[in-house]
């Protein structure tokens, strides 16, 4: 049996809970996984194989056993340490943000003083924040979790496998705006222009699924206000994963008016061509085919470009079918990842 680490001590608790289990049913590959307490916290499996850890005890803990693979989910800081990983080990990288991954170092540097200058200076002067780009061009490989996002040196890293649970029937269409509620990620001005303009929106129950605050609550409460009748669910603080997972599986499709261009450390990002939306991963979990901003390019096929009228479209798709289980049931997408695992090693 090959044995593998998979490190999360940064932000993806997520992604750590899709590969950790897919991976509890594999025959071939053994994996420790070391997660610090924020990610441990957020991950409500429990296995003897997971272990707490932080950038000043990883190093230490991997010596203690032979190990053919470590993968860094998440490289956003503790650059020395992970850098350190790559020179010892055979390392593979999730790649979360393809611009930054590659960004200069003076460029990386200008980007400390225009937003979170306290943090980003503590990454510079702690943590090691000039070797970026080095932890990603010393690892041996390099994951994306989206096929869109491909490139020569980047290899793709099939997580995402469709659940079984028992639907419901929804007596009003339900459209679930999954993440958090922000402008920055998501066009919610569109959103609540397009409730707000459709006398057809009020037969709809729409939910917001992901923390409110600031201006975007304001706005969706100035819409309850000045609409009679709309029906909307909306949250003030952050959601658990099991409200989250209740929802999902309730919603009849879900809408992600994603914004085009993004920023992760002051560097720009095109969402479904630098960086992926967790949106496509949601889709595929919970079986839901997804609506997109016209500009988002995907081969899936159950990811659908947003029409001019789209409540419309909402009714339109709620009566299409996707047998979801025909490719992404988990046993297919296992192989698939036990496949590209065996290669790498």
Known sequence: MKKIAYIEIDTHAEIAEDFMDLMEDSKEFSVDYYFSEKIKNRISRTSDSVFLSDQSMIL??????KYDLVIIGTAHRYFNTFLSITKKYKTAVIVHNLNFSKISTLALFRNIFK???????????KEGLLSAAKVYSSANCLFVLDENLLLKNHQFLPLFYTRRYAKTENKALTIVIPGGVSQKRRDYHHIISVIKNSK?????EFVFLGKASGAELKEILDLKRE???????????RISQQEFEIWMKKADLIWCPIQQETEFFSQ???YGQTKMTGNIGDAIKFGKAAVFPQNYSSDLEFIFPEKENVIQQFYDLRK?????????SKNQILKKLEGKLSRII
Do not use: G, H, S, W
Not at 200 to 204: H, M, P, Q, S, T
């Open 268 to 270: 720009k990002e095109r």
């Open 227 to 237: 609409v009679e009748d709309v029906n909307i669910t909306f949250f003030t603080e």
């Open 320 to 328: 299409i079918q996707f047998d979801f289980q025909e490719k992404f």
């Open 115 to 125: 937003e979170d200058v306290v943090y980003r200076l503590k990454l510079l002067l």
């Open 60 to 65: 230490n803990q991997l010596k203690r056993n």
């Open 200 to 204: 057809e929106a009020k037969k709809i």
